[in-house]
């Protein structure tokens, strides 16, 4: 409490505090009303259809993070640094990630030649897949972003998002094919495109077509910065989607169904750390500059805080999982709430693992941050192949649980530098010593 009564009179923190809150009105919006509408989708479509469409999102997730050729938060740095002519940065980076998307089609077509997909599961994918050519526009919201201007990117986000929908409900409503909602994942990344477009192109009247060039020197820079961001994008996302892949292809379509409208409820809190971190981190900072005992106390006062919340959130999810799934899913996901109360426990390690996140890249620990996901991941993969066979999504459940807790926390032993770290969390997790506290 003693880091919030601070900043809460701390000027600098508040002015950033404002500048993100555009950001985080969008992201709340999202979070509820999308809940509010995938529920809607997951009763209509049902376990198995739903498992379908689930399936097909996880495939492309796993390597759309190659489109983005791990640029994103390297042109956000050379935009704010101002080294480069903006106009070619932004110029250079479109065609970029549009060449990455392109990877990324031909890279599902191989694959889908390889699983024992059905022909409409493999449209669906491509359809979806298609998404990320339009994908290269977000280089606007970088734009932006180095302008200090996120409510033009929340404009843009919240007018796709509502328009979309509307049409999945209005698809809802008149028995459309599952097919149909593949096509509004692509719609709404085609209006996201548009509505970035038409902003810069509102601030930026005489300069779109004369200046936005691609630059071969440039794209030079910038792959030579990002090149080593892919490799973890990729490893992320595995880590984040291989489970529904994976289930897909050992337990089929309906089981996907279930475990992924757990996932749905248990990963729309993941949010609020990102939040949390983002705004209390530049007073973690800047007491770097005062002092190593300062700056420590401060981020264990963060470690406790995300903990706290992360564990809340848990207990109440837990307790009411069942009305909670009953309520929102109905009677056909009578599996949910069992994969619901052991996933929602990795958010515990999420959240921990969001907070020191940003330690390692302040220590110049990118290379262990690294490792400490591929970790994370590579355990993940292996008990997955292990428990689903014999647990079923529940066994899932506890793949990533357990994976979480190694990527978070247990990978942190294992290095000199990040021991001081694991001290920390561990004194963290041992929350009974609050209770003892005088």
Same mark, same amino acid.
């Given at each position: ?11 600098? @923190? ?21 809940? @509010? ?49 903006? &106009? ?14 392109? /990877? ?61 929908? @509307? ?70 996302? /595995? ?19 279930? &475990? ?9 809190? &993941?949010?609020?750390?990102? /939040? ?62 069992? /994969? ?24 110049? &620990? ?73």
């Amino acid at each position: 409490m003693e880091l919030f009564k601070y900043l809460i009179k701390h000027d600098g @923190f508040i002015k950033y505090f404002k500048n993100t809150s555009w950001v985080f009105l969008e992201k709340v919006l999202r979070i509820f009303v999308g809940i @509010f509408v995938t529920v809607w989708v997951a009763r209509y479509l049902g376990p198995e259809q739903f498992g379908i469409l689930s399936y097909a999102i996880a495939l492309v997730g796993i390597f759309s993070s190659i489109s983005t050729l791990g640029l994103d938060s390297i042109v956000v740095r050379e935009l704010v640094k101002n080294e480069i002519e903006h &106009y070619e940065i932004i110029g250079t980076t479109f065609f970029l990630k549009l060449l990455g998307a392109v /990877v990324v089609i031909v890279i599902l077509y191989i694959i889908t030649n390889v699983l024992p997909n059905d022909e409409h599961t493999n449209v669906l994918i491509f359809i979806i897949a298609s998404s990320t050519i339009f994908h290269s526009f977000n280089v606007i919201d970088f734009y932006f972003q180095s302008k200090v201007l996120s409510k033009y990117v929340v404009y843009a986000n919240i007018i796709s998002f509502s328009i979309c929908s @509307f049409i999945k409900i209005f698809l809802i409503l008149n028995n459309a094919s599952l097919t149909a909602f593949a096509w509004v994942i692509l719609l709404e990344s085609i209006i996201l495109a548009i509505g970035l477009l038409y902003f810069f192109i509102k601030l930026n009247p005489n300069k779109i077509f004369s200046s936005v060039k691609f630059k071969i020197k440039v794209s030079k820079t910038l792959l030579s910065d990002s090149w080593p961001l892919i490799l973890s994008g990729l490893v992320i996302s /595995v880590y984040m989607k291989i489970d529904q892949v994976m289930i897909n292809q050992l337990l089929g379509n309906e089981a996907v169904g279930q &475990y992924s409208a757990a996932v749905r409820l248990s990963e729309a809190w &993941y949010f609020v750390p990102v /939040v949390i971190a983002g705004s209390l981190f530049p007073a973690i900072i800047n007491a770097r500059k005062v002092s190593h005992h300062l700056y420590y106390s401060r981020l264990q006062k963060l470690f406790n805080f995300m903990v706290w919340v992360a564990i809340s959130i848990a207990l109440l999810v837990t307790f009411f999982s069942s009305t909670i799934v009953d309520i929102l899913y109905g009677y056909q996901y009578f599996e949910t709430a069992r /994969v619901l109360t052991i996933h929602i426990w990795a958010s515990v390690f999420v959240f921990l693992g969001v907070a020191s996140g940003k330690w390692f890249v302040i220590e110049n &620990y990118k290379l262990l941050y690294f490792f400490r996901t591929f970790y994370g991941m590579l355990f993940n993969i292996i008990l997955n192949l292990i428990f689903i066979p014999r647990y079923g999504i529940e066994g899932a459940a506890w793949a990533t649980l357990i994976g979480q807790s190694i990527a978070a926390y247990f990978s942190d032993l294992l290095n000199a530098e990040t021991r001081s770290i694991f001290k920390m969390k561990t004194k963290t997790l041992l929350i009974w010593r609050f209770f003892n506290a005088k």
